[in-house]
């Protein structure tokens, strides 16, 4: 007699046999329509039901590793604040807030700057429950409590403060395969000989437009190279270009992925701190793609702003002194305190951790001064 499905993963389940249900009904689907119903699914998603952040989950972020982390980013906002002219109020976001260790951390650190968490008013765009309530938890005692919206459309008008680390990342993508001199989407089907799980398959000829959505320097690709489009962050940066048309404002991006565009298959999904397959248990691992960040920075451009970066997040980090910080930090501590700030700080900064993989970009309203760390955007 088969076991019982646990209450934990029969949603997940319901999740996998609607999946397959679609795919027999409709066809294969974009690995866009995929990620999207894995990750956000509002029973089974990955991000409605999970708090997957922490060493004992499924993967850590910069904030959690150290509290330099949420002290530089808070810094940055404050200097950035008084850059615009000190406006109160000010809108302070953060896209896809995790636990909301950064803000937490960030507020703390803002304090510094006379003036400003005084000013800020707290938005937080999340569309997980799960992490709304961790996020609660952790800044119960913020000096500022912050609300939480959906959409950067919902953030109240004014100047504004964006900050987001690893929320590009998570933004559904699809794929194309070139073959035979045509590129051809690849799409999320059924395994021929096995109908009970998914698989990866070729569908038609991509369209004009979509392949427009293809960089320009990787549209003569030969045969067989992957490539994949973006189409999700376009809405991102022209909501944060409305935003800054009518009042100023500095967003700041933090991700892994590369300077220039490349071929390749960047989509991977982790659980328990390992690499596990994208296609075999949606809604139970998390899924993500390297960001473009020249993608980011042309559609900077293209909707008026100013763009600054991208730089490796050792250096931008670097640059603000995040070096000096952990060196006072360590002053007065026990040899092994010492040597658990060195280790967090080489894990930010060190070129085989997060240092060069990580990358950071700004976007600005135009005519404001450079942001801290950041030089202007060099397409060359």
């Known amino acids: ?10 949603p997940r389940e319901q999740l996998r046999a609607q999946l397959m249900a679609r795919i027999a009904s409709d066809g294969a689907m974009p690995v866009s329509s995929f990620m999207a119903e894995a990750l956000f699914d509002p029973m089974a998603g990955y991000y409605a039901t999970k708090d997957p952040l922490g060493a004992d989950k499924d993967f850590i972020t910069a904030p959690e590793i150290s509290q330099m982390f949420g002290e530089f980013i808070g810094l940055w906002a404050a200097e950035c ?6 406006p109160h109020p000010v ?10 260790r950064m803000m937490s951390d960030a507020l703390r650190a803002g304090a510094a700057a006379p003036g400003f968490v005084e000013a800020a008013q707290v938005s937080l765009i999340e569309a997980s429950p799960a992490l709304k309530m961790v996020q609660g938890r952790t800044l119960a005692n913020a000096p500022v409590q912050p609300r939480w919206l959906r959409l950067i459309d919902e953030m109240a008008e004014g100047p504004s403060l964006i900050l987001s680390n690893e929320f590009l990342d998570c933004l559904p993508i699809r794929q194309a395969v070139k073959v035979d001199g045509v590129w051809r989407e690849r799409l999320v089907g059924l395994q021929p000989d096995d109908q009970t799980r998914f698989a990866f398959v070729l569908g038609g000829a991509l369209s004009e437009a979509d392949q427009a959505l293809i960089a320009p320097a990787l ?5 067989g190279s992957l490539v994949e489009l973006r189409p999700a962050d ?4 022209d909501a944060i270009a409305d935003r ?3 009042a100023p404002g500095y967003a700041l991006f933090i991700d892994y992925g590369s300077s ?9 999904a982790i659980a328990k701190h390992q690499k596990v397959d994208p296609l075999d248990d949606p809604g139970g691992a998390d899924l993500t793609a390297w960001v473009d960040f020249q993608h980011i920075a042309e559609l900077g451009l293209a909707a008026g702003l100013d763009v600054y970066g991208p730089t490796g997040q050792g250096a931008f980090l670097t640059g603000l002194g995040i070096e000096t910080r952990a060196a006072a930090l360590a002053r007065g501590r026990s040899p092994q305190d010492g040597a658990r700030l060195t280790r967090q700080l080489e894990r930010l900064i060190a070129p085989e951790e997060m240092g060069e993989l990580f990358k950071v970009i700004a976007l600005a309203s135009k005519g404001l001064p450079p942001p801290p760390g950041l030089d202007p955007y060099n397409p060359g």
Do not use: C, N
Not at 219 to 223: A, F, G, Y
């Open 1 to 10: 007699m088969s076991q019982p499905i646990d209450d934990e993963f029969r």
């Open 81 to 86: 604040w008084g850059q615009m002219g000190a």
């Open 91 to 100: 809108q302070l976001a953060e896209l896809g807030p995790g636990t909301g």
């Open 219 to 223: 549209r003569h690709e030969p045969d």
């Open 234 to 237: 376009a809405p991102v940066v």
């Open 244 to 246: 800054f048309k009518a």
């Open 260 to 268: 220039m565009p490349e071929a390749g298959d960047t989509l991977q």
